[in-house]
T-cell receptor
């Protein structure tokens, strides 16, 4: 079975600074990888996903993520964060059989300071 | 376009009470899901449905029931509420079932006291 780890429970960055959120997965084959964002009081929204092809994936709101097979990682990055990026971020890993097998990480809470 | 709508947003139950969490989507999605989110944990799948009349258990189905009589609606039933069911519940839907984007509702915060 697949698994996903988000090592950082909480990250604080200054507005305008760069951001990298870590995600490591365990799966025997090439996984389907996702990043979702959950703003306070809201449901999750898909930021980006990787299935195959180019390992650098662009998403919404200026986010990108890079799939590194050798490191079993799918880290999320943003060059300059905005106060509105404060939220909880979830990495998820899926397998070929379907959404019901999607495994979510425990999340990283992002705080932005002025 | 409303997307996925969940009601209520908040609810407090006493132990042993029953309730139904409502979920409706207007995107004509065949696939619908119920997740629970506990503090410091990822989302856990409770039940899912691949179409009207078809439901199946997820990772944590005990204490819950679902039905899917229409494409739009996927209610989640708690029969005998227990403190362990205190959680935030999310309904989601997708057009297809294979690693497609999930559309989430805004959640129901449930406390069982």
């Amino acid at each position: 079975a697949q698994s996903v780890t988000q090592p950082d429970i909480h990250i604080t960055v200054s507005e305008g600074a760069s951001l990298e959120l870590r995600c490591n997965y365990s799966y025997g084959a090439t996984p389907y990888l996702f990043w979702y964002v959950q703003s306070p009081g809201q449901g999750l929204q898909l930021l980006l996903k990787y299935f195959s092809g180019d390992t650098l994936v662009q998403g919404i709101k200026g986010f990108e993520a890079e799939f590194k097979r050798s490191q079993s990682s799918f880290n999320l990055r943003k060059p300059s964060v905005h106060w509105s990026d404060a939220a909880e971020y979830f990495c998820a890993v899926g397998v070929s059989v379907g959404n019901e097998k999607l495994t979510f990480g425990t999340g990283t809470r992002l705080t932005i300071i002025p | 376009n409303a997307g996925v709508t969940q009601t209520p947003k908040f609810r407090i139950l006493k132990i042993g009470q029953s309730m139904t969490l409502q979920c409706t989507q207007d995107m004509n999605h065949n696939y619908m899901y119920w997740y629970r989110q506990d503090p410091g944990m990822g989302l856990k799948l409770i039940y899912y449905s691949v179409g009207a009349g078809i439901t199946d258990k997820g990772e944590v189905p005990n204490g819950y029931n679902v039905s899917r009589s229409t494409t739009e609606d996927f209610p989640l039933r708690l029969e005998l509420a227990a403190p362990s069911q205190t959680s935030v519940y999310f309904c989601a839907s997708s057009y297809s079932g294979t690693n497609e984007k999930l559309f989430f509702g805004s959640g129901t915060q449930l406390s069982v006291l």
